[in-house]
Every structure is written in structure tokens, then in C-alpha cells.
């Protein structure tokens, strides 16, 4: 729930305090001390949501050693700004760039298969790595204190972020090659033209549109282009 | 007969509380991805007796809105809203007719939807910066319970959003798909038409977002291997992707190796 409260100005700051609330209380039971650490966590915070587990579990070791007097000087202020941003890219990259992506193609083209089950493929996958990951990381943080050398030698999301998109690319191009075995629904009304011709057909309609997304179309624009075009096929009775 | 029937008023209140909460998965809870269309579409569907029609709907929504990233402060389309919208207006906009020109019609009016979501977003997120004013602890007061309430609290506005959107725009919808119904046959084959073709529109944004090359090569190795061995060869569907997908995964690891 780091983001309950998400705002522009402060983004994810209240819930990075308050998600560090159980522990400030555990550790600190003097109410002014409490207070000043409250007050501390409510300095600016925003990462991507995932990553932010480690930058949790790495402030709750240095309070911990902070509390306890072991490590007075801990900057949990310091580590924090300098997880936060690089944490940030990395997460986008792996999470919303490149694993959501993958899940959905793959339930794309399950769905396509004609499967019902396409959601159930989507959550798997994606929960099976985004749960893991987000556990595991509370306690990475916790263990290294948010060293971050020790988060990119556990995990390259770098790697696997690339593998991830090329894999993604594959299972849609290999969709794009099924278009005349597609479901019902989304099969289409070309009789004349052979399966081969339909599936080169589809495969150049998507890279036109490519073109047009990179020369500064949005998919909404295109969306109400495409539309367009099929009233405008539909009264000269191609369809 | 009437738009507004009790049931249809019923289905519009149990939609907009559905998609309220469904839609608090998108940002302000849990991100599990409950609320993505390709989710939240078949269950509005299942919810209103429809579950296909909910599943065609996200399906293409996602493919259309996958790459559409909440980076930094940018404020994307709340494909959430647009899916359960689009798949309740379909559902309950179609009574019994034939559903996919319905399907096409309420997926062209998600992008009039569209600016509407995200500026209600962009209004939530300026709002929820008074939380931050509102939670900073204050001496003699229960340490904590500010901020606990502060910022619970967000969960509520995040939802109120939602809810109400859902129940303005839902009956707007409604109006519209019973227009719809009244126009030429070609109209409705045009929009069966293009349902067929968004999956393709879909594929094409998210390849733009994935490679910096308009015909990727493994965009290329895919296809030529699908329409290899599933139309040639007439292997199961399924089984081509697997194939696919094993094949680039060679080929990236050879690479890999060599590198």
C-alpha cells in the first residue's frame, strides 16, 4: 500500500512511513524519538513500488542499529536518496518494460489459442516473479543494509529484462504468423486470400502501423484512424 | 424499450462498486494486477453474465495499453476504467443482439474516455498532496495515528474517483450503444471489422515500445517460425508458440555464449 497516498509533490513519501511505522514503534517506544523518526520518513520518497521492499528492509536494519546504539550515525536519509532513483529505473525497466509485457503475450497468445484461462496465464506469471521478488527483497535489504552491490550481483534485472523483451517480441511475431488460426472472433473475412497471404498481410499491417506510432502517432489516434477505415471499407462493401 | 430498467440501474451501481474496487489495485494497493483490462474486462463480464465479452475487450485493451508507463509524474490512460467501462456497456448495451459490433463501438468511444481518466487522476494526485500536510505527527498526539489515517485515507479518495466516474460515464455509454443500435447494418459491420483489426494495432504499439527497429528480427524469427510449422505444417497453436519462444531462447543463450 505505498502508494495509497500517492500525490504529485510528495509521491510515495507517506507510504514509505508508514509502511515504516510497526517497526519506528517497536523501536522507538519514546514518543518525541518516535515523532522525530516519523518526521524523518516523511522527508521525499519515490521508487518503483516493487523495489521499494529493499529500501524498506535496508531502513528498518539501520534504524534497528540506530535504536539499539550499535550504529548511532546510520543515514538512513542518505541511503534512502541514494536507492530511490536508481531503483526506480531499474524496476520500470524489468517490471513495466519488460515482465508485464512478456506475460501478456504469452496470455495473448493463449487466449488466441481459443483457452479461456489467457488472465489466469497473466497472473501467474507475473505474480510468480513481481511476489517472489518483492519478498525476497525486503529481506536482501534487510540483510545488507541496502548495499545495492549486493542487489545487482543476486539479480541482473538488467539480463533479464532484455531477455524478457526479445522473448516478448518472438511470441508476438509467432502470433502475428498463427493470424488465420486466431479465435473466431478475431478471424478475418479475407476468403480469397490463402492463409500465407493473410498472415504476411497481418504482419505488414502491424509494421505500417509501427510507422505510424514512431512518426508521432498515439494508439488512440490510430485507433480512431482504424475505425475510419472500417466504416469507410464497410460502405464500399468490402466488408 | 426503456434504457434505464431497475436491473440495468442495479448493474450500473454494482459495476461502478466492482470497478471501485477493482480499479484500487491499479495504484493504491497491492498492484497484484487484478486491475489490468486483461483481468479486470473478464471479470466485469463474468460479473454481468458475459465473461467472453469481457475477455475480447482486455485483451485488446491490454495489448493496446501495455506500454502506456507510469514513469516519474506522467499520469497514463486508466486502462482499468476503460475495460470494465467498455465491457459494461457492451454486455449491457448489446441485449441480446448480435455483441461483437457492440464490442467495436464501446472500444472506439474509450478513446473519447480517455483524456476524462487522466485528468481525474492528475485532480486525485494533486488532492492527496493536502494528506501529506495532514499526516506530519503533532506533540501530545498518539505517535503514528496521523499518518495511518492520512494515508489510509488515500485509499478512499483513489476509490470515490472510480465510482463516480464509473457512474457518470456508464449511463452516457448506455445512451450511446442504444444510438448505435439504430444505425445502418454497414455501421455494425464496420465495428465487427474492427475488433478484428485492434489486436493488430495492439501488437504494433507494443513492438514500437519493445525494439528500437520497426521489423525486429525476432519479431521476424517468430513469425516465420509460427507460419512455418502452424501453417504449413499445421501444428496446434499453442505448441508453435512454445516452439517459438524455445527457439529465440536458444538463439539468445548461443548468444550469450559467444559474447
Known amino acids: 500500500m505505498i502508494q495509497a497516498s500517492w500525490s504529485f509533490d510528495r509521491m510515495q513519501t507517506l507510504g514509505f512511513a508508514y509502511a515504516m511505522l510497526p517497526a519506528l514503534r517497536r523501536l522507538y517506544p519514546n514518543g518525541d524519538e518516535l515523532t522525530s523518526r516519523i518526521n524523518l520518513h516523511l522527508e521525499y520518497f519515490n521508487t518503483q513500488p516493487y523495489l521499494a521492499s529493499f529500501i ?10 540506530r535504536a539499539s546504539g550499535r550504529n548511532r550515525d546510520a543515514d538512513v536519509r542518505g541511503m534512502k536518496a541514494a536507492l530511490m532513483a536508481a531503483l526506480g529505473a531499474l524496476g520500470d525497466s524489468f517490471f513495466w518494460g519488460a515482465l508485464k509485457p512478456f506475460a501478456v503475450a504469452a496470455a495473448v497468445a493463449v487466449f488466441l489459442a481459443g483457452l479461456w484461462w489467457a488472465p489466469l496465464v497473466f497472473l501467474v506469471i507475473y505474480n510468480i516473479w513481481h511476489v517472489g521478488l518483492r519478498v525476497w527483497l525486503l529481506f536482501l535489504g534487510y540483510e545488507s543494509g541496502g548495499d545495492a552491490v549486493s542487489l545487482v550481483a543476486a539479480f541482473n534485472f538488467t539480463k533479464l529484462a532484455r531477455n524478457l523483451k526479445i522473448m516478448s517480441l518472438s511470441l508476438l511475431g ?61 460502405f464500399l462493401g468490402a466488408v | 424499450m426503456a434504457i434505464f430498467d431497475t436491473k440495468t440501474l442495479t448493474d450500473i451501481i454494482l459495476v461502478a462498486l466492482a470497478g471501485g474496487i477493482i ?17 479486470a474486462g473478464p471479470l466485469t463480464g463474468w460479473m454481468l453474465g458475459d465473461a467472453t465479452t469481457g475477455l475480447i475487450i482486455g485483451i485488446v485493451l491490454e495489448l493496446i ?71 506530519e505527527p503533532t506533540p501530545g498526539e498518539h505517535a503514528g495515528r496521523r499518518l495511518s489515517r492520512a494515508h489510509l485515507s488515500g485509499i478512499a479518495v483513489f476509490f470515490l474517483k472510480s465510482f463516480v466516474l464509473y457512474l457518470v460515464l456508464l449511463p452516457l455509454g448506455l445512451i450511446a450503444a442504444h444510438l448505435f443500435s439504430g444505425l445502418p ?9 474492427f475488433v478484428k483489426l485492434l489486436p493488430l494495432l495492439g ?57
Open chain 1, 56 to 65: 524498506l528492509g535496508a531502513a528498518v536494519r539501520l534504524e534497528e542499529g
Open chain 1, 174 to 234: 509467432g502470433i502475428l504468423g498463427m493470424l488465420p488460426l486466431w479465435r473466431a472472433e478475431f478471424r478475418l473475412p479475407v476468403p480469397v486470400a490463402g492463409p500465407f497471404a493473410i498472415a504476411v498481410g497481418g504482419l505488414a499491417a502491424t509494421l505500417g502501423m509501427v510507422l505510424l506510432l514512431r512518426a508521432g502517432g498515439t494508439p488512440a489516434k490510430l485507433m480512431f484512424g482504424l475505425a475510419v477505415v472500417c466504416v469507410v471499407l464497410a
Open chain 2, 23 to 39: 480499479g484500487l489495485d491499479r495504484t493504491a494497493a497491492g498492484q497484484f494486477m487484478f486491475s489490468q483490462p486483461i483481468v
Open chain 2, 65 to 135: 495499453w501495455v506500454m502506456d508507463i507510469p514513469v516519474g509524474t506522467f499520469v497514463p490512460a486508466d486502462s482499468t476504467i476503460l475495460a470494465v467501462w467498455a465491457t459494461a456497456v457492451a454486455v449491457l448495451g448489446s441485449a441480446g443482439r448480435e455483441p461483437l459490433p457492440v464490442i467495436g463501438f464501446s472500444l472506439l468511444l474509450t478513446v473519447a474516455l480517455i483524456p476524462a481518466t487522466m485528468r481525474a487522476d492528475g485532480f486525485i494526485r494533486k488532492w492527496n498532496s493536502r494528506l501529506a500536510a495532514a499526516a
Open chain 2, 185 to 193: 447494418m454497414r455501421f455494425q459491420g464496420s465495428m465487427s471489422l
Open chain 2, 203 to 259: 501488437i504494433a504499439s507494443v513492438v514500437r515500445r519493445l525494439s528500437i527497429k520497426t521489423a525486429d528480427g525476432f519479431l521476424l524469427i517468430g513469425f516465420v517460425t509460427a507460419a512455418t510449422i502452424g501453417l504449413a505444417l499445421r501444428a496446434g497453436f499453442l505448441l508453435v508458440m512454445l516452439v517459438a519462444a524455445t527457439a529465440t531462447w536458444v538463439g539468445v543463450k548461443y548468444r550469450e555464449g559467444r559474447s
